[in-house]
């Protein structure tokens, strides 16, 4: 791995497909959303995987992370920005993840003085989720001339998943749990299942803050792993419940309230379309091709996701168990792959 420290750019020497897509540019400076809130705002372009936001409270002599990035490179990236607003002797004591999501909690390694806090569900499900090193065979073993195994290294072929370790959380809840980040009071809210089973909202009531995790996704299809569609609506609507001045989605930028209402709208539209297909008697994987070839929200990135989130939907109202990650992954690999563009010889 070179790093170039100027740009704070890092390229990855393995990277079996070099090309501008395996060269990660990280912000150099988080942005701050309300006294005491930063986003470290990763998204850099459409149709991209693993740049979720992670969100630093500072409060008098204490910090806390909402969410860690998805490898070692990204992580002392936050961690460089993260110290330009840190009081000098204060360094980030609690972790909060919103969900188990590697892109979510891969980073937790790096905060190992730490005290890490998420829902028990979450910590329960953290076992389901790919591990880094499931990852790494998936990027380096899998054939890249199968869908997922060309999807993989074209969407995760640039994250480094070697000498990452699972940190699990050190703190779990159920329900509700209030923390105190200095003298911040910021407010966990269960709302899974949603995104996943057990998804976390944190709520910093002073500056109206919501910091959503997946419920909510700006600028791309959502892929949600859990479901169904109708539970993601209640978890966005005990969000709004909360009557937020911003909302931070875990992928994309801040959001406004009336946005996140129609965020709501995308998601009751596409169950209607979803269940519609499935009384037609159209199998999961037509449907969602169908709901992508009609235009459905053709300005959003990842269009493909939509395949997953189709599957999840059918298994649930099939009363199927719904398939794991990676075999739903392969529904979104199959589109993008048979849609792909011609690689010139
Ligand atoms: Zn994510």
Redesign the pocket.
């Known amino acids: 791995m070179f790093r170039n420290l100027a740009k704070n750019t890092v390229f990855y020497e393995n990277a079996r497909m070099p090309s501008p897509k395996h060269i990660l540019t990280f912000p150099e400076h988080l942005q701050r959303i309300a006294e005491g809130v930063y986003l470290w705002d990763t998204h850099a372009e459409k149709g991209r995987w693993g740049e ?1 936001n992670c969100v630093l409270l500072v409060s008098g002599a204490s910090a806390a992370l909402i969410d860690t990035p998805y490898d070692e490179a990204m992580t002392r990236a936050l961690q460089a920005a993260a110290a330009k607003v840190l009081p000098p002797g204060t360094s980030i004591d609690t972790v909060i993840n919103t969900h188990p ?1 590697g ?2 909690t891969f980073g937790n390694a790096y905060f190992p003085d730490a005290r890490i806090i998420t829902s028990a569900t979450n910590a329960r499900h953290l076992c389901h989720e790919p591990a880094p090193a499931d990852m790494h065979r998936l990027v380096t073993g899998s054939d890249p001339g199968t869908p997922l195994g060309w999807y993989a290294r074209e969407k995760f072929g640039h994250y480094k998943y070697t000498d990452l370790t699972v940190t699990p959380p050190t703190h779990t809840f159920h329900g509700n749990l209030g923390v105190k980040v200095g003298s911040m009071g910021v407010q966990l809210i269960e709302v899974g299942p949603a995104h996943t089973a057990g998804d976390v909202v944190a709520w910093i009531e002073p500056g109206a803050v919501a910091v959503a995790g ?1 419920v909510v996704f700006q600028g791309e299809h959502p892929a949600h792993w859990h479901g169904p569609l109708s539970h993601v609506v209640a978890a966005v609507d005990a969000i709004l419940k909360l009557n937020p001045q911003v909302i931070i989605p ?2 994309g930028r801040p959001m406004s309230a009336a946005e996140v209402q129609a965020h709501r709208g995308y998601l009751t539209d596409l169950e209607s379309l979803i269940h519609r297909h499935h009384r037609e008697g159209r199998e999961a994987y037509e449907a969602a091709c169908r709901i992508i070839d009609s235009g459905f929200h053709a300005d959003l990135g990842s269009a493909e996701r939509i395949a997953i989130v189709t599957a999840v939907e059918y298994a649930d109202l099939d009363g199927l168990q719904r398939p794991g990650a990676v075999a739903l992954a392969e529904h979104a690999a199959r589109f993008a792959w048979e849609r792909r563009e011609p690689v010139a010889a």
Do not use: Y
Request: no cysteine; glycine share 14%.
């Open positions: 979720a999501n892109d979510h997946d875990g992928h």
